[in-house]
């Protein structure tokens, strides 16, 4: 049950067009290109591109049904209330445990990005560092941190343009990637390449924060989405231009492809570039987590002093600092690889509930063509069993523990769940 009557728990709507684009661009950018296509090469090998058209199918239909889904409930929780209006109680209740723990996973994946570019030898207190001035950012308003965003952005879209000029001008060519052995890594390469496309869900989790959020939050999603696209294969092009065999399982492939095209002064630029990158990617999570997370309060499903709003910023300032600790923590002990694989199996689950949500919506409601929610939903349920058997096993036995929770807290008398 929601309690939309208690005082200072509504958001103000102060972003436009532009911000929730330059949000969703900001996450996805720096999570993608220079986390995850490594490990994905490593799974896909020669099928890269495959791997990465794949998780963009997957990814458009996810786009797609929470556009659908964002115009008609414009509040802040993106699948965590759909599910819950569409579904019921316990589909909104998972999709929105999977979207927090998943995420806070990838906050400190991309963290842990930062600190790798920034000083590799003390990695994890950079990530910790990035993690707490990234939170005080958040804490004094959304459209602060919309513009820091914007700066970010635009310094990785250039960075990534001289990344594609350099390795398409490369005249190398190097042995290409072999072939996978099965189907199944071509699969599980677009899983964890889904992991890049994910940050849109930035976009439909601050609907309540956006003007004009029927208009706004489909064409956000829809541009932001598109413009992903075209960098991401642009960049994956240029970089097996250059390192082909070399880019599987490179832990920065980017700033390998600059050196090996013969370029080696760029590499501290890409680093840089790099470290911005993975900067906006977090900013943008933080974002979303903590406002998924004041919508779960304010349902008792969470503690509900996370429901607070700060009178003056007009910031859900509880849930922000709750979730930068947790994630401070989380940075400071996790390896990068692992935090991939885990972070995608959470938000894949998420949008699995997202297209059944999307599902049930009518031609009056805004429903999009059946086989977008069909193809989403069923794409999400096989990159997720296809990912690393220990990314599988352990978001499970999240999601298990999630539902167990949900149990014992229903077994409580009404008046003692909160």
Excluded at 333 to 341: E, N, P, S
Aim: one cysteine or more; charged letters at 10%; proline letters at 5%.
């Amino acid at each position: 049950m929601r309690h939309t009557g208690e005082p200072m728990t509504r958001l103000d709507r102060r972003l436009g067009l532009t911000d929730a684009v330059v949000i969703g661009l900001g996450a996805m950018l720096g999570a993608g290109i220079f986390a995850a296509l490594g490990p994905a090469a490593s799974a896909a090998r020669a099928w890269l591109p495959l791997a990465l058209a794949i998780a963009a199918v997957v990814a458009y239909c996810n786009a797609t049904s929470s556009a659908r889904l964002a115009a008609r409930y414009p509040d802040s929780g993106g699948t965590y209330v759909y599910g819950r209006e569409r579904l019921g109680e316990f589909w909104g209740y998972l999709a929105g445990w999977g979207f927090v723990v998943g995420k806070t996973a990838s906050c400190a994946a991309m963290a842990l990005t930062v600190g790798t570019y920034v000083w590799p030898a003390h990695a994890h207190a950079v990530a910790v560092a990035a993690v707490l001035v990234l939170t005080a950012v958040n804490y004094v308003g959304v459209q602060k941190a919309a513009w820091l965003t914007r700066a970010i952005v635009v310094t990785v879209l250039v960075v990534l343009a001289v990344i594609v000029v350099v390795g398409l001008s490369s005249s190398g060519r190097p042995a290409g990637l072999s072939a996978p052995s099965s189907v199944l890594g071509v699969l599980q390469g677009a899983g964890l390449l889904f992991f890049a496309f994910a940050g849109y869900a930035r976009i439909a989790t601050l609907g309540e924060e956006v003007r004009d959020p029927a208009r706004v939050i489909p064409r956000a999603i829809t541009v932001a989405l598109a413009v992903t696209l075209v960098v991401y294969a642009l960049v994956t092009l240029a970089v097996l231009a250059v390192l082909g065999s070399a880019l599987d399982g490179a832990a920065t492939p980017l700033v390998d492809a600059v050196r090996a095209a013969g370029h080696p002064g760029l590499a501290p630029v890409v680093r840089a570039g790099a470290a911005v990158a993975a900067l906006g990617s977090l900013l943008a999570l933080l974002l979303g987590v903590s406002r998924t997370t004041l919508a779960m309060a304010r349902d008792r499903h969470l503690p509900p002093v996370l429901a607070a709003v700060h009178p003056r910023f007009g910031v859900p300032h509880r849930a922000e600092v709750a979730i930068g600790a947790i994630v401070a923590v989380v940075a400071a002990t996790a390896d990068l690889r692992d935090a991939i694989g885990f972070s995608s199996f959470g938000v894949l689950a998420y949008y699995a509930v997202a297209n059944a949500s999307a599902w049930t919506l009518t031609l009056a409601e805004g429903r999009p063509p059946r086989v977008v929610p069909v193809l989403g939903f069923l794409g999400c349920v096989v990159l997720a069993v296809a990912l690393p058997l220990s990314a599988v096993l352990a978001g499970t036995a999240v999601l298990a523990a999630g539902a167990a929770l949900y149990a014992l807290r229903r077994l409580l008398p009404p008046n003692e769940r909160g």
